[in-house]
Nanobody, 115 residues
Framework: QVQLVESGGGLVQPGGSLRLSCVAS????????MTWYRQAPGKERELVAA????????NYADSVKGRFTISRDNAKNTVYLQMNSLKPEDTAVYYC????????WGQGTQVTVSS
């Protein structure tokens, strides 16, 4: 069955860094665009970053450009989100999502940025 398992979240001080991972199984990972979303308390889920199947096209939300980097390793069925210069407003549950039409969501990992 399809599984997306996120990890790497936690508590970090402002200005710090975290690296999120999303390990996929149960489908042909290398054929899918993968996307990171986040949802803060009381807010709608928003796109953070997306990477196409071979990694040639990448998009970021304006709020994270220059601070976050999305990447993928198709040999390991894993997509990453490197988050640097974290701000309190980055606090949210971060989800990875498979695809753009045949979508599937992971369970999420909590990121809290606080001093």
């Amino acid at each position: 069955q399809v599984q997306l398992v996120e990890s790497g979240g936690g508590l970090v001080q402002p200005g710090g860094s975290l690296r999120l991972s999303c390990v996929a199984s149960g489908f042909a990972f290398s054929r899918y665009t993968m996307t990171w979303y986040r949802q803060a308390p009381g807010k709608e889920r928003e796109l953070v970053a997306a990477i196409t199947s071979a990694g040639y096209n990448i998009n970021y939300a304006d709020s994270v450009k220059g601070r976050f980097t999305i990447s993928r390793d198709n040999a390991k069925n894993t997509v990453y989100l490197q988050m640097n210069s974290l701000k309190p407003e980055d606090t949210a549950v971060y989800y990875c999502r498979r695809g753009t039409s045949d979508v599937y969501w992971g369970q999420g990992t909590q990121v809290t940025v606080s001093s």
